[in-house]
């Protein structure tokens, strides 16, 4: 098993439309969570970092279900802009900084 | 401000050659970090520094693979010799420890591919 796992899509949606990915992680002691965003031939970016309690920046939404081990990340009024590829990342060892990247899913926005 | 730099952008090799690629981290980041990226594999940690001193290696997959950091700005991989599945973007990143946890800033990438 894959220790981050995510529906590697592509998922195509239109612009306006909301959309939801869900990543499953292995280590339940794991202890920090983020999603980031890469763009077709570029570097990765830290798009938001996952709280306990959920949280919220702007159109995206981020929440952390501990007991099911997963995360999800939540856009509403997709734009076009918003077409990239997202990375579901998990830190298993509080005070290291090794972060385990999913694979990744990939979304595109059409007009 | 720079952010991460690598070098080189673009690397074509011959199997057998020996490879280096460079990078220097964000002025003041005491984390530096080498991944490779892979469409089969995905993104994944080779080795990480911190403060200079590598501190977790395991993600190297082999021999022919070696980092060092001889100073706070500058760090180098290197692959000797390589080999075709050698072939991925190979990335630097670089962070700091602040109150509010901590954010690993990215180069653009290094792309090699060896015949």
């Known amino acids: 098993r894959k220790e981050v796992e995510q529906d590697p899509g592509p998922f195509n949606v239109p612009e306006g439309a909301t959309v939801a990915f869900n990543c499953t992680y292995s280590?339940?002691?794991?202890?920090?969570f983020f999603w980031y965003r890469q763009d077709c031939r570029k570097e990765p970016k830290l798009l938001m970092s996952v709280y306990s309690s959920g949280n919220e920046d702007g159109r995206f939404t981020a929440q952390l279900n501990r007991a099911s081990q997963y995360i999800s990340l939540l856009i509403r009024d997709s734009k076009l802009s918003d077409s990239a590829t997202y990375l579901c990342?998990?830190?298993?060892?509080?005070?290291?900084?090794?972060?385990?990247f999913g694979q990744g899913t990939r979304l595109t926005i059409n007009p | 401000d720079a952010g991460v730099i690598q070098s080189p952008r673009h690397e074509v090799t011959e199997m057998g050659q020996e490879v280096t690629l460079r990078c220097k981290p964000i002025?003041?980041?005491?984390?530096l970090f080498w991944y490779r990226q892979t469409m089969m594999r995905g993104l994944e940690l080779l080795i990480y520094?911190?403060?200079?001193?590598?501190?977790?290696d395991s993600g190297m997959p082999e021999d022919r693979f070696s980092a060092k950091m001889p100073n706070a700005s500058f760090s180098t991989l290197k692959i000797q010799p390589s080999e075709p599945r050698d072939s991925a973007v190979y990335f630097c990143a670089s962070s700091f420890r602040t109150s509010g946890g901590y954010e690993q800033y990215f180069g653009p990438g290094t792309r090699l591919t060896v015949t």
């Open positions: 990342v998990v830190n298993f060892i509080q005070g290291a900084q090794k972060l385990v």
């Open positions: 520094f911190n403060n200079n001193v590598p501190i977790d």
């Open positions: 280590n339940s002691a794991s202890q920090s």
């Open positions: 002025s003041g980041h005491d984390y």
